[in-house]
């Protein structure tokens, strides 16, 4: 690898570059387990796994599968929130060769119909609180196989007795009919089969997994992500941070989306890590899971810091035992990071990733030279560079904005059944990323903003990013997001969507006035709205997409 300018910035414990076993993803994480069985692995709400149960447990439901028809090269969607029957079902299917479509539980039946139907999938697991849903998407689409879990089915005792009854209290809840047809099982019932896996022997280059793209910025693409791009992504993250079997991880960043899946799963799973799992992101009870089970490194999204920072609870909680915190998915305000590393003593770094490249590719430097406000360097073997935003094959000077382009060894093999969109996307072994940045001369990038949320104002180039910036030093902002509207003679002008925090008052024309201070005249939002909340993906980044549609709606309404 040639020299780059950021390599000089690594902490000296990481290389600059690494060796990748060709294997297969189960293959590397089982012999990682080997070395540990007796070792916790999982640890939901109380109840733990060694890594010889969790990993005896994938074998047992691989042969289930097995036994029902599942083989190497079959789409199997997992439906369901962070829980130990996700890193099973995921693990078995990488143990049979098939792949991982990793579905959001949140999906309306319109989405999971696209979903199944351009993917091809042949079965889902899913948990039995979402059995309506999925017999409702039968109706349109063909599925040979059905396999329903309960969160109790690993819960604690006696917890595990508990949830039924809670689910009784509600008569809404749907109960999945199993055994209607020798399609629908039980997650249980499929271990209880005692059916051997086959062996197989898996392509390094196969499609490990699938996850489609949250459709933040356009229609919703498949992802096709191989054991070989998992594996690099995973090992290099935990060279990034020196993770190994002496670390602890937090994940609620949910586990189907990319960020989760290789950074809160496969990366500590693979080094003998124990994974403490919470189904959904709740401040209070994060602060409080921190406090009691002392993990060492946490991820997040900048949502969840603001919600940490403004939670009643927050000075009463240990996070001491935490020694990383990789913050993604969205920039973090400047703001933000100094009041939560002020009032924890926690210190963030903040990276950068895309689920084209399966998750992180860059962060700033554990220990090192950290610039904040910056998406760091590149993990090892990552590149990366600035391509001007006209057609992207001029790379531009130190300061000046562009596309960021990136090659590596964790790109995705394609967009499903989408060969043009692919071509586009990857050019030349260069992924283009849509994200707008500036590179400095030691290499750090700053995220200027997407390339589809770039907005023209009076003919001058807007990042709604830079006015998020200032929204959140006011004093009385918690959440605040800037969309680029469509107007009759500007071209376009800036609408900002904001949340106040709790006890704290401010009129839009307050806000306005404290933009029009720190901002240029052209970009001060035309318009501020005061809400309760912000629309969010699962994983907590602004929708800022569904923002501008809500408006649009609205304009379209009031026309008819």
Aim: hydrophobic share 40%; aromatic share 8%.
């Amino acid at each position: 690898m040639p020299q780059f300018p950021w390599l000089e910035h690594y902490d000296p414990e990481v290389p600059h570059s690494l060796e990748y076993p060709s294997t297969d993803l189960y293959s590397l994480m089982a012999q990682g387990a080997a070395g540990v069985p007796h070792k916790t692995a999982l640890n939901f709400l109380g109840k733990q796994l060694t890594f010889g149960r969790l990993f005896s447990l994938a074998e047992d439901l691989a042969g289930g599968l097995a036994a029902r028809g599942i083989k190497q090269g079959d789409r199997v969607a997992l439906l369901m929130p962070n829980c130990p029957q996700f890193v099973i079902s995921y693990l078995a299917l990488m143990r049979l060769g098939a792949t991982a479509m990793l579905l959001n539980p949140l999906n309306v039946e319109r989405e999971l119909v696209f979903k199944f139907k351009d993917s091809g999938a042949r079965a889902v697991i899913a948990l039995d609180l979402l059995s309506q849903r999925v017999s409702n998407i039968r109706k349109e689409i063909d599925l040979d196989l059905v396999v329903y879990t309960g969160l109790q089915d690993f819960l604690p005792f006696p917890k595990n007795l508990l949830y039924p009854i809670k689910r009784s209290l509600d008569k809404n809840l749907p109960k999945p009919v199993v055994g209607r047809d020798a399609a629908t099982w039980t997650f249980k019932g499929l271990l209880a089969l005692g059916a051997k896996a086959p062996q197989v022997k898996i392509d390094p280059e196969s499609m490990a997994a699938l996850i489609y793209s949250g459709g933040t910025t356009g229609i919703s693409k498949g992802i096709m992500l191989s054991h070989r791009a998992l594996i690099a992504n995973l090992m290099q993250a935990c060279s990034w941070v020196k993770m190994n079997q002496d670390d602890s991880l937090l994940a609620v960043l949910p586990l189907f989306h990319g960020f989760g899946m290789s950074v809160c799963m496969n990366a500590p799973l693979a080094h003998g890590g124990t994974v403490t799992l919470l189904p959904r992101f709740d401040a209070g009870e994060v602060l409080k899971t921190i406090d009691k089970t002392r993990p060492t490194i946490f991820a997040g999204v900048p949502t969840m810091f603001i919600a940490f920072k403004e939670h009643p609870e927050i000075d009463k909680c240990d996070l001491k035992s935490l020694r990383g915190i990789f913050v993604g998915a969205a920039p973090l305000p400047l703001a933000v990071q100094q009041e939560f590393e002020k009032r924890t003593g926690a210190q963030l770094i903040e990276g950068y990733g895309l689920t084209e490249a399966v998750t992180a590719v860059s962060c700033n430097p554990l220990t090192g030279h950290k610039k904040p406000g910056t998406i760091g360097i590149p993990f090892p073997d990552v590149e990366w560079r600035i391509m001007d935003l006209e057609n992207g094959t001029k790379q531009m000077p130190q300061g000046e904005a562009g596309e960021i382009v990136l090659r590596g060894p964790d790109l995705m093999t394609g967009y499903l059944n989408q060969p043009e969109l692919t071509s586009w996307t990857i050019r030349d072994g260069w992924l283009y990323t849509g994200d707008i940045g500036v590179m400095d001369d030691e290499g750090y990038i700053t995220i200027v903003d997407r390339k589809k949320d770039l907005v023209i104002v009076s003919g001058f180039n807007v990042f709604p990013s830079e006015i998020d910036e200032v929204l959140h030093q006011h004093p009385a902002v918690a959440e605040a997001v800037a969309v680029g509207l469509p107007h009759p003679t500007k071209g376009e002008f800036i609408k900002a969507f904001v949340v106040l925090k709790k006890g704290q008052s401010a009129t839009p024309e307050e806000i306005r006035a404290f933009c029009k201070q720190n901002l240029s005249a052209y970009m001060v939002p035309k318009e501020v709205e005061i809400r309760g909340e912000l629309p969010k993906s699962m994983i907590g980044k602004v929708l800022r997409r569904n923002l501008r549609e809500e408006e649009e709606a609205k304009w379209a309404a009031q026309r008819e």
